[in-house]
């Protein structure tokens, strides 16, 4: 944590601490749902919100490979802005950021959003590229998230 100093809440049982999230998950936003459990031991309750987040973002992948198969920009955007709200509330700081651009790919913008992009083939193959990196993040914070859960 920024601070430099780390509470009982940002070290699971095995010892996987906020440290070791590095910039996948941002440690201040992922706290926040820490804080909502009632047994620090269990952590029943943002265990659940994380185990139903891997099932969401799993179903949505899925969405998105069919939606870039039909080419529909449209779905695409509407599946980046979908996960990447999911994901910005546990605090996945990469997710977060790839399914925003994927968001503003689908909306036939550039990346950031601000500029407009006329070539459908264009927005398709950078939201291929952005799709493969967006798996290879969240596999990264997947695999953190199941270590701090101690169930990797």
Known sequence: ?????????????????????????DPLTFEQILEMDDDEDEREFSRSIVTGFFEQ?????????ESLKKRD??????????LKGSSATLGLTKVKDSCEKIQHFGARKDES??????????????????????KVDYAEAEKLLKRFYNEA
Request: hydrophobic share 30%; net charge negative; glycine share 8%.
């Open 113 to 134: 959003g601000t500029a407009d992009e006329r070539d459908d083939n264009k927005s398709l193959n950078s939201i291929r590229d952005t799709l493969a990196t967006l």
């Open 73 to 82: 920009l449209s779905q695409l955007s509407s599946l980046g802005h979908f």
């Open 57 to 65: 973002a799993e179903q949505t992948f899925k969405k998105m490979d």
């Open 1 to 25: 944590m920024a601070s430099g100093h780390e509470t009982a809440e940002s070290r699971s049982e095995d010892g996987t601490s906020f440290a070791d999230f590095g910039d996948s998950i």
